[in-house]
């Protein structure tokens, strides 16, 4: 009897021993994660910072990678979803601009002069309208962690000053290979051009194109367009936001207790990169306008009658596109942003 419960409790020691070993034993040594941008940008360190947390949230079990600059999908960053949902990619932190080629609903957040501030995009991303896009995304393959951000997109040039529609008759912007960006610029008068990053800044510098559109904090200070551009127009045209997600099945082999510190991490590592790039944007810090003007740069801030010129010359894009997302979700969307002012 007592040789009998001996052995009887060491199984259990063995098996309350052993079963988390063979559990983690069954995770991949490397999980892939993809960002279109450098690891030196606000985007790129959200990322890491996430790959971090997961690895001390689990003790070493989950090993994520950050293969940063669109590595893994050959530098072509709107197949960043195909690739996530075919599980190339196990975790992604993605602009909802290079998905919205693939999933036509994440245009409302390119919808031109939509989202008026801040405020306005955190109740649609935080309320019942980010629920219906994170079980959009659910269905198609991918889960959503969190919501990070790149910011709203300000137009940088290097001809004029910027302030009406009429400004920008004939000027060369360029613009990421999304049709409602295209649509946009064009419906304003100037002349879009897709080009890559790379490419574009030899075409600043050679002159062969005017502008570009990108956030302040996220992306225009680190790259330093003053070095190539005079003149900014704070307009608030159209928002970025990043999601952090996870291929399902993917999410689906990790235990319980993993799953929980993974949405854990994502949620804190999401919430330090907002603030990171919202920092001097939002009044009355307005510190990041003020770093742009010491390098030589003209600011100028689109006042609200401008902004009611700039929506009434993009008003056919606007109609057409929502069709395409969806009238239901651009109206909620619409009530949601409403309620919150």
Not at 26 to 32: A, F, G, I
Not at 188 to 208: E, K, R
Not at 211 to 219: D, F, K, L, S, Y
Not at 246 to 256: H, K, P
């Amino acid at each position: 009897m007592k040789r009998n419960a001996k052995l009887y409790l060491a199984m259990i020691f063995m098996a309350t021993v052993l079963l988390p070993l063979c559990a983690s034993a069954e995770y991949k040594d490397e999980y892939k994660m993809s960002v279109v941008v450098g690891s030196k940008l606000p985007w790129g360190q959200g990322a890491e910072r996430f790959a971090e947390l997961v690895r001390e949230g689990t003790g070493g079990r989950i090993n994520i990678k950050v293969y940063p600059s669109s590595a893994l999908m050959a530098g072509k960053q709107t197949n960043e979803f195909l690739i996530h949902r075919q599980g190339v990619a196990d975790f992604c932190f993605a602009s909802t601009i290079n998905w919205s080629t693939s999933i036509k609903e994440l245009n409302l957040f390119n919808l031109p002069f939509f989202f008026p501030d801040y405020k306005a995009l955190d109740a649609v991303t935080g309320g019942a309208v980010g629920e219906d896009i994170a079980a959009l995304l659910k269905g198609k393959g991918v889960t959503l962690l969190a919501w990070g951000e790149n910011g709203f997109r300000e137009m940088t040039n290097s001809k004029r000053a910027v302030a009406t529609p009429a400004d920008m008759e004939g000027m060369k912007i360029r613009v990421v290979g999304t049709p409602i960006f295209i649509e946009t610029m064009q419906a304003l008068g100037a002349n879009p051009v897709n080009m890559n990053w790379g490419d574009a800044q030899v075409a600043f510098q050679q002159g062969v194109v005017d502008g570009q559109e990108n956030p302040v904090v996220a992306i225009e200070i680190p790259v330093k367009i003053w070095q190539f551009h005079k003149y900014i127009t704070v307009w608030h045209y159209v928002i970025d936001p990043l999601m952090l997600t996870v291929n399902n099945e993917v999410f689906a082999s990790f235990s319980a207790e993993d799953q929980a510190v993974i949405k854990k991490a994502a949620l804190k590592a999401s919430a330090e990169q907002l603030e990171v790039v919202r920092k001097g944007l939002i009044a009355p810090d307005l510190s990041a306008f003020d770093i742009l003007k010491e390098n030589g740069m003209e600011v100028t801030f689109v006042d609200e009658a401008a902004r009611q010129q700039f929506i009434e010359k993009t008003s056919a894009v606007t109609s057409k596109w929502k069709e395409t997302i969806g009238p239901e979700l651009v109206e909620k969307a619409a009530a949601t942003m409403a309620a919150s002012k």
